[in-house]
């Protein structure tokens, strides 16, 4: 099983300011990734999947790279819709696996 | 859209069957997959279905205990879970492929969510 690693678990940022996001995985995983948001009480929405693809209907301040094991999404100048949780998560092999998310805060 | 049934509560060694209601597209062409995510936690992947052929894909440790099964008649998944322990308490969601076919294994739209509480 690949196990996925997201960095920080929470990240502190100010409304218009940029954020960055990182997920490391265990072995290769090509550019086999997913990013999703996920709000309270609310299911995940696909932001970004083949690494860096946004997904219909994501705004262009968000935006995927890596390829292998290290992965970034970052977030440019953040809005107030944007403060939630972020996972990850790998196609590369069976089973399916997540990071452990990274909470995006208001600092 | 993906609409799912409501929230269970269910006591230890029960089983709780969700619903998974599709609809906007064409049901048998796209796999509709699984997950949960325990309170505060991340999100885990169960298993798959393909609605056009039935066929299914567990993850090892729910072989046994999960069978997801669909009724095309009305575009319609399903996940059962039997011999419920605590440790099951979690919201379960269905989610679509976005592509039929191939390793495109990422998800949109995902269904609502189901609270499942196992209690005694």
């Known amino acids: 099983e690949i196990v996925m690693t997201q960095s920080p678990a929470t990240l502190s940022v100010s409304p218009g300011e940029s954020a960055t996001l990182s997920c490391r995985a265990s072995?290769?995983?090509?550019?086999?990734l997913a990013w999703y948001q996920q709000k309270p009480g609310q299911a995940p929405r696909l932001l970004i999947y083949?690494?860096?693809t946004r997904a219909t209907g994501i705004p262009a301040r968000f935006s995927g790279s890596g390829s292998g094991t290290e992965f970034t999404l970052t977030i440019s100048s953040l809005q107030s819709e944007d403060f939630s949780v972020y996972y990850c998560?790998?196609?590369?092999?069976?089973?399916?696996?997540f990071g452990g998310g990274t909470k995006v805060e208001i600092k | 859209q993906l609409v799912q049934s409501g929230a269970e509560v269910k006591k230890p060694g029960a089983s709780v069957k969700v619903s998974c209601k599709t609809s906007?597209?064409?049901?048998?062409?796209?796999?509709i997959h699984w997950f949960r995510q325990a309170p505060g936690q991340g999100l885990e992947w169960m298993g798959r279905?393909?609605?056009?052929?039935?066929?299914?894909n567990y993850e090892q440790k729910f072989q046994g205990r999960v069978t997801m099964t669909r009724d095309t008649s009305i575009n319609t998944a399903y996940m059962e879970v039997t011999r419920l322990r605590s440790d099951d308490t979690a919201v379960y969601y269905c989610?679509?492929?976005?592509?039929?076919?191939?390793?495109?294994?990422?998800?949109?739209?995902w269904g609502q969510g189901t609270l499942v509480t196992v209690s005694s």
């Open positions: 989610a679509k492929k976005v592509r039929p076919g191939g390793t495109s294994n990422w998800f949109d739209p």
């Open positions: 906007g597209y064409t049901f048998t062409d796209y796999q």
């Open positions: 279905i393909n609605p056009y052929s039935g066929v299914t």
């Open positions: 072995q290769s995983i090509s550019s086999n």
């Open positions: 083949g690494a860096s």
């Open positions: 998560q790998q196609y590369n092999s069976w089973p399916l696996t």
